[in-house]
Nanobody
Framework: QVQLVESGGGSVQAGGSVAISCAAS????????MGWYRQAPGTERELVAS???????KYADSVMGRFTGSRDNAKNTVYLQMNSLKPEDTAVYFC????????????????WGQGTQITVSS
C-alpha cells in the first residue's frame, strides 16, 4: 500500500555533513506527518525531526541548530540535512509516515522506511 524509500547516508568525520531523503509511494491522498527517528545500538528509537503537512516542524533538542529538514508535499518526500555531525549522532535513521490517507480512508499507522546508517567518526 505505502512504501518509504530512504536514500543517502554513510560515513563521515565529526564536523562533517550528510544529507538523507525519504520518498513515500503508493496510493496516497495525503500524509499528515513525515519525519525521522534514529536508533543507536542498545538504545530506544528517538525522534529526530517531524514535518507536518501544514508546515509545522519539530526537532529534537540534541539536533537543534545542526539539522535542517524540509518536506515536499507534492512529492511526498522529506529531506534532512545534517551538519556539524558528532559521534553521538551515529545511528540508523528511519523515515516514518503517520496519518496516511488513501482513496478509501486512512491506512493503519505508521509506516517505516528500511533505515539508513549514519556513522560519525571522531
Amino acid at each position: 500500500q505505502v512504501q518509504l524509500v530512504e536514500s543517502g547516508g554513510g560515513s563521515v568525520q565529526a564536523g562533517g555533513s550528510v544529507a538523507i531523503s525519504c520518498a513515500a509511494s503508493g496510493t496516497i491522498v495525503s500524509i499528515n506527518v513525515m519525519g525521522w527517528y534514529r536508533q543507536a545500538p542498545g538504545t530506544e528509537r528517538e525522534l529526530v525531526a517531524s514535518f507536518h503537512e501544514r508546515g509545522t516542524t519539530k526537532y529534537a533538542d540534541s539536533v537543534m541548530g545542526r539539522f535542517t529538514g524540509s518536506r515536499d508535499n507534492a512529492k511526498n518526500t522529506v529531506y534532512l540535512q545534517m551538519n556539524s555531525l558528532k559521534p553521538e549522532d551515529t545511528a540508523v535513521y528511519f523515515c516514518y509516515a503517520a496519518g496516511v490517507e488513501g482513496p478509501s480512508g486512512y491506512y493503519t499507522e505508521p509506516y517505516w522506511g528500511q533505515g539508513t546508517q549514519i556513522t560519525v567518526s571522531s
